[in-house]
């Protein structure tokens, strides 16, 4: 049962006020998912570091935090366990992308521990999932296979070992802050870009569908993100080079 036809069917039964509420947390996700995709794609346009980059990359967070936590206040009553796992990485990406930036290289602090402890728990709670739909019906649980459920255990365990390497250096230098700050930022707008572009094809026009102009859109983000992953650590290297060497 996909999340059209469960929020459809809640619509449905519910009492008039429950009605109201839902519709209003799905046109916040709406809204907030297309704030954060429009000044997404203008923050990877614009010159990183500018005013027009901050503004946009402030859009992009505050838009991100209404999408996805509308997407857990809905999907928790709707009993949509994978929405509400989804919705707190997709706010975890971005909170953390954004206060990456806001502090000076050096020291750690409460955040990035609070940030640790916040995304191990995501972490054990996909990890449940992955059992119970293991040893559900099929191998299969809220409409969903184990292995769904596995690969964002995977995905949260990878980004908490990340967190706990940080905490345990106790350090960010400049270079490491801002891939930190990038990477982040770009897997949350991959997040959205993809839920929209490819995972929502069936509002678009139907010549629109499979169309390789949305998988582009859709993937975009991570290409951006590789490329500046590449270009930082290029910056790194030649950071390293002895006095006279040319890069």
């Not at 930190?180 to 870009?193: D, T």
């Amino acid at each position: 049962m996909t999340a059209t036809t469960v929020f459809g069917q809640a619509l449905q039964h519910a009492p008039l006020w429950a009605a109201a509420l839902l519709v209003v947390g799905l046109l916040l996700h709406i809204t907030g998912g297309t704030i954060g995709i429009l000044s997404g794609y203008a923050a990877v346009a614009v010159k990183k570091g500018g005013d027009w980059h901050r503004a946009a990359g402030m859009a992009f967070v505050l838009g991100m935090l209404v999408m996805a936590s509308a997407a857990v206040l809905l999907a928790a009553p709707l009993v949509e366990p994978s929405n509400v796992m989804g919705g707190m990485l997709a706010g975890y990406m971005v909170v953390t992308g954004w206060l990456t930036m806001q502090r000076p290289a050096g020291p750690i602090g409460a955040a990035e521990k609070i940030g640790f402890a916040f995304i191990a728990t995501v972490a054990n709670g996909t990890a449940v999932l992955t059992w119970i739909a293991w040893e559900g019906p099929k191998h299969a649980a809220f409409g969903y296979a184990w292995v769904f459920y596995a690969v964002f255990a995977v995905i949260n365990g990878a980004i908490a070992l990340t967190d706990l390497r940080v905490i345990l250096r106790g350090r960010l230098s400049a270079n490491e802050r801002l891939r930190r700050h990038l990477w982040r930022m770009c897997f949350g707008f991959f997040f959205a870009a993809a839920s929209f572009f490819i995972g929502q094809q069936k509002v678009m026009p139907h010549w629109l569908h499979g169309s390789p102009v949305l998988w582009l859109l859709g993937l975009a983000p991570l290409g951006v993100m590789a490329y500046w992953l590449v270009r930082t650590r290029q910056r790194k290297a030649r950071a390293k080079l002895p006095a006279g060497v040319p890069a």
